[in-house]
């Protein structure tokens, strides 16, 4: 079955970098995209950056800029690295990859001081 192990979360001060680890198994890595969720608390899950299987990347307008998704076939996993933190970058961030349902990881906390 689809596993997805996320790491690398953590407590960061404001203006500090952070870099995410989503590490797949159960399903053929290199030929699915990729995906980057969070969810602050009392909010909605919200996409934060995709990457194809050819590489090619979105990122939504909160995290452009400071936010870099890449994927390493070779090893089954998708990184995010996260620069330029914010406290409004404080929440759970979820790894996912998708057919025709979505799979998701446990989530890893990312906390952001002021």
């Known amino acids: 079955q689809v596993q997805l192990v996320e790491s690398g979360g953590g407590l960061v001060q404001a203006g500090g970098s952070l870099r995410l680890s989503c590490t797949a198994s159960?399903?053929?890595?290199?030929?699915?995209?990729m995906g980057w969720y969070r969810q602050a608390p009392g909010k909605q899950r919200e996409l934060a950056a995709t990457?194809?299987?050819?590489?090619?990347?979105t990122y939504a307008d909160f995290v452009k800029g400071r936010f870099t998704i890449s994927r390493d076939n070779a090893k089954n996993t998708v990184y995010l690295q996260m620069n330029s933190l914010k406290p409004e970058d404080t929440a759970v961030y979820y790894c996912?990859?998708?057919?025709?349902?979505?799979?998701w990881g446990q989530g890893t906390q990312v906390t952001v001081s002021s």
């Open positions: 990457i194809t299987r050819r590489g090619s990347t």
């Open positions: 996912t990859t998708w057919d025709l349902t979505y799979y």
């Open positions: 159960g399903f053929i890595f290199s030929i699915n995209p």
